[in-house]
């Protein structure tokens, strides 16, 4: 289907194919295991590296910091470093992340009603 390049995706598909682009454009930078479950995290107030490992405490080290560069490169997320010993990392939603909460809030209903009936 789209050819994604290290820029993103290529103009010739954006032009051509315009009526599906949105949805590519979503799923491209949020393809990942764990990047809405770390948005949806994130969604009431800022934390903690350690916070976020320790609520997702089967992701290994080199997953979360890969998942949260991706998600900081893309515009999602902020990461604020503290000037102290030990440094202090924070990260938060920027505007583009919490303009994406209601897609999670969905998806987060649609797995509550339909969730333990598949089961």
């Not at 990942?32 to 994130?42: E, H, M, V």
Request: proline content about 3%; some cysteine.
């Amino acid at each position: 289907m789209a050819r994604i390049c290290k820029d993103g995706f290529e103009k010739e598909f954006i032009n051509e194919h315009r009526d599906v682009y949105g949805i590519a454009y979503t799923q491209n930078i949020l393809s990942g295991r764990w990047k809405y479950i770390i948005l949806w995290f994130l969604k009431n107030k800022e934390r903690r590296y350690s916070e976020i490992k320790a609520f997702l405490w089967d992701i290994s080290q080199g997953s979360l910091t890969k998942q949260l560069r991706e998600l900081e490169t893309d515009g999602l997320i902020n990461r604020e470093v503290f000037p102290e010993v030990p440094p202090r990392v924070e990260y938060s939603l920027t505007t583009k992340g919490r303009e994406f909460i209601p897609v999670i809030d969905i998806m987060e209903n649609f797995g509550k009603k339909y969730g333990e009936k598949s089961q």
